[in-house]
């Protein structure tokens, strides 16, 4: 039997809509083993109103799909699903399926595929590189899809910038959060939005941690995202008080995520606001995952 551990992921970081993200220290695993025939999946007992456990899953459907797309047999399959990543806020975590899905037929074939196409069958299946990426090779990454193929950079973080996450008791679905964005946008957000990606990208690669202060904002998704996020402008207060560098939703929301210098005593500093503020809103530090998934044999 192997183990495949995938991390979350938060993507968009401000002003990088659909082409910047990072690998975050919060997992999901599969414990996978082949055999001739039949499909058993194992959910934990939290899970299993929530999620199939038969064909329609995440990650058997992306397993099968790859499979087929390659001209393999579908084998039987029996794997365990365990979520550490939370559902539909905004941290990756049908990302996390997809890559386990296709990580896993991968497995099945001999490990045949390189990355660049492990790349170009998640990317397809997504629709967009932002949280792919990251999940897959750790770090922050920067991609773009041209036609059919993805061009990506990834970038180790700088020692001293940490994330702490807040996240909510409520989902918000992707599709309800696209659904919120304008078909079309002035030209001035367009141009605003380049500069101020450009220079978080710039900030991270140079390890110019201050620099996020001023580059991570926004005009493209969070002005029209901020109305289906109760508590927005409260958390962005929040975690500014305590010290934070930027805080922006975390892909399509509803969870935020905070980019701090150093990050001692943020969590102690901004709990008596979460309390006072209610809405059941938690946070946590999390480190950035700096290797993306990985395939353990157990």
């Not at 595929?113 to 998640?122: D, F, G, P, Q, T």
């Not at 560098?245 to 943020?266: R, V, Y």
Request: charged share 20%; aromatic share 8%.
């Amino acid at each position: 039997m192997r183990t495949i551990t995938v991390p979350a992921s938060s993507a968009n970081m401000g002003p990088g809509f659909d082409c910047l993200g990072v690998a975050l220290a919060c997992y999901n695993t599969i414990s996978f083993e082949f055999m001739p025939d039949g499909l058993k999946i194992d959910l934990p007992v939290e899970d299993r109103g929530r999620i199939p456990a038969d064909e329609r899953n995440l990650i058997y459907r992306v397993f099968a799909d790859t499979l087929k797309a390659c001209g393999v047999r579908v084998p039987g399959v029996h794997f365990a699903q365990r979520n550490g990543i939370p559902a539909m806020r905004g941290m990756g975590s049908s990302s996390a399926c997809v890559v386990g899905g296709i990580v896993m037929a991968n497995a099945y074939m001999g490990d045949k595929l390189a990355m660049r196409e492990l790349i170009a069958l998640c990317a397809e299946e997504e629709g967009h590189p932002d949280n792919i990426l990251p999940t897959l090779l750790g770090g922050f990454t920067v991609g773009c899809i041209d036609g059919d193929e993805v061009h990506y950079l990834r970038f180790d973080p700088p020692a001293d910038l940490r994330c702490a996450l807040f996240i909510p008791p409520f989902s918000l679905s992707t599709r309800k959060a696209r659904a919120a964005l304008p078909k079309t946008v002035p030209l001035r957000d367009a141009v605003f939005n380049l500069s101020h990606a450009s220079l978080v990208t710039a900030a991270i690669a140079s390890g110019q941690v201050p620099m996020l202060r001023y580059a991570m904002q926004d005009a493209l998704h969070q002005p029209y995202r901020k109305p289906l996020v109760p508590g927005y402008d409260d958390i962005v207060r929040i975690a500014a008080d305590a010290g934070a560098l930027a805080t922006c939703l975390s892909g399509a929301g509803p969870a935020m995520i905070a980019f701090l210098e150093g990050g001692e005593g943020f969590l102690e500093a901004v709990r008596p606001a979460l309390a006072a503020l209610g809405g059941g809103w938690q946070a946590e530090l999390l480190e950035i995952d700096p290797h993306g998934y990985r395939v353990e044999e157990i």
